[in-house]
T-cell receptor, first 117, second 114 residues
Framework: AQKVTQAQTEISVVEKEDVTLDCVYE???????LFWYKQPPSGELVFLIR??????QNEISGRYSWNFQKSTSSFNFTITASQVVDSAVYFC??????????????FGAGTQVVVTP | DTAVSQTPKYLVTQMGNDKSIKCEQN?????MYWYKQDSKKFLKIMFS???????INETVPNRFSPKSPDKAHLNLHINSLELGDSAVYFC?????????????FGPGTRLTVT
């Protein structure tokens, strides 16, 4: 069963608009880690952020911000004032600490973000 | 300096052939992985190795055989290639098996089986 759901397949925005990518996860572990990766058209996977299950503080890094809410099992990602260079596929991923899922990075299906000038 | 490198970047071959993809990391990490990204961009783990020991084998056909000669290298050999093996294969590494470790990905190898 899919443990990470990214319900938005594609989001298209015009430059300077804000865009929020949803990520909902499912786990029974009390200790787990959530990640966001970016895959630009060139194909490589770029790490953006890691958050552990005990740290619900929101984080901001430049135009990027993340909202982690354990109550809704969500770890959403917002790009403020989007730019054409933000066009990419964004993946949310879960890493659990126990059982069969230990040591695996489980990815969502990805959200394609298209930013047009 | 490239942290995680893979060769080749592109691989086009015919059904039934055997091919290998090589991966090297210069980060001093203990753990390495192979992931497969299908045509719909879905990423799924195939294998992980920790200090040359196989840790995860994720129900991958036994035509796929990973080999880790040392902890800096993890190669993937594929026998009797099938059309469905066409995908992008990513190698990755992390400091350890611990779930909190960020994984560093290679540039990917696009395999096309005709």
């Amino acid at each position: 069963a899919q443990k990470v759901t990214q319900a938005q397949t594609e989001i298209s925005v015009v430059e300077k608009e804000d865009v929020t990518l949803d990520c909902v996860y499912e786990t029974r572990d009390t200790t787990y880690y959530l990640f966001w990766y970016k895959q630009p058209p060139s194909g490589e996977l770029v790490f953006l952020i890691r958050r552990n299950s005990f740290d619900e503080q929101n984080e901001i890094s430049g135009r990027y911000s993340w909202n982690f809410q354990k109550s809704t099992s969500s770890f959403n990602f917002t790009i403020t004032a989007s730019q054409v260079v933000d066009s990419a596929v964004y993946f949310c991923a879960l890493s659990e600490s126990y059982g069969d899922s230990w040591g695996k990075l489980q990815f969502g299906a990805g959200t394609q973000v298209v930013v047009t000038p | 300096d490239t942290a995680v490198s893979q060769t080749p970047k592109y691989l086009v071959t015919q059904m039934g052939n055997d091919k290998s993809i090589k991966c090297e990391q210069n980060l001093g990490h203990d753990t390495m992985y192979w992931y497969k990204q299908d045509s719909k961009k879905f990423l799924k783990i195939m294998f992980s190795y920790n200090n040359k020991e196989l840790i995860i084998n994720e129900t991958v056909p036994n035509r796929f055989s990973p080999k880790s000669p040392d902890k800096a290298h993890l190669n993937l050999h594929i026998n009797s290639l099938e059309l469905g093996d066409s995908a992008v294969y990513f190698c990755a590494s992390s400091p350890s098996l611990a779930g909190q470790d960020e994984q560093y990905f290679g540039p990917g190898t696009r395999l096309t089986v005709t």
